[in-house]
């Protein structure tokens, strides 16, 4: 037993330290969300608890966009939904690790399935973990502490900046997917879903610029769509 509980250990520690690189990248983030949430009227409390119920990122800042403007909760939860629709795909690819696992294991392993984890999944081939319950979970939990964590200090710090636009904090987070796409970039089996995802929001924006947010929700939807069909055929 104790043989065990020390190699789960080694193992957590292990998807925490290499998760790291993903986790810097998404405390600038998540900082930009907190900042931005509070800037919408959140309050702090809604703004930490949208990071620690949510905890996905660009279903974040839709469903905060769909608010903001008025739309509605039942509008802000369909775009957190649909965008977040991408997730089946990348928690099916994490079925090794979850497979055959206790059910709280198994919906806890899916709850902290994030955009990284696609990343993590690649490591974790070269270490010859991808059967690791534990590696995926010491990633995913670490990233989901420091998320809530930079959030809050966004929040804060939103109180105290009257125009994050002037110092160019809006830009952050479009800043922060452009630095992780080389991340998530697997080879040329990739092209085809992005070209799709790419051009549904291009065509969107040129043809109905007024729905740009639902442009990138649709484009998420019909690239995860795609590739499930080819991975079928």
């Known amino acids: 037993m104790s043989d065990t509980k020390t190699k789960n250990t080694s193992e957590f520690l292990c998807g925490a ?3 790291l690189p ?3 990248a998404a405390a600038i983030y998540g900082m930009a969300f907190g900042l931005l949430a509070i800037q919408a009227d959140f309050s702090f409390g ?3 608890s949208m990071s620690a119920m949510i905890f996905g990122g660009s279903s974040q800042l839709i469903a905060l966009d769909r608010l903001s403007i008025g739309a509605g909760s039942f509008a802000a939860i369909v775009a957190g939904i649909a965008l977040n629709t991408r997730f089946l795909l990348v928690t099916a690819a994490m079925k090794n690790s979850l497979l055959g696992r206790p059910w709280w294991q198994t919906a806890l392993g899916a ?3 994030t955009d990284a984890s696609v990343a993590l999944m690649q490591t974790s081939k070269r270490r010859q973990l991808e059967h690791s319950f ?3 979970f010491g990633g995913g939990f670490s990233l989901y502490i420091v998320w809530i964590l ?3 200090i966004g ?3 939103g109180g105290q900046i009257p125009n994050p636009p002037a ?3 809006d830009f952050a987070i479009i800043a922060v997917f452009i630095a992780a796409i080389p991340g998530l970039w697997r080879g040329i089996m990739d092209l085809a879903p992005w070209v799709v995802s790419g051009g549904t929001v291009a065509l969107i924006a040129v043809f109905a610029p007024e729905y740009t947010s639902w442009g990138l929700i649709l484009g998420a939807v019909f690239g995860a769509a795609f590739a499930a069909f080819r991975n079928e055929h």
Do not use: C, K, N
């Open 167 to 169: 110092f160019g904090l």
């Open 111 to 113: 709850a902290l399935a």
């Open 150 to 152: 930079v959030t809050a």
């Open 155 to 157: 929040a804060i710090l």
């Open 134 to 136: 534990w590696y995926f």
């Open 22 to 24: 993903m986790t810097v």
């Open 46 to 48: 809604q703004s930490i």
């Open 17 to 19: 330290r290499d998760m």
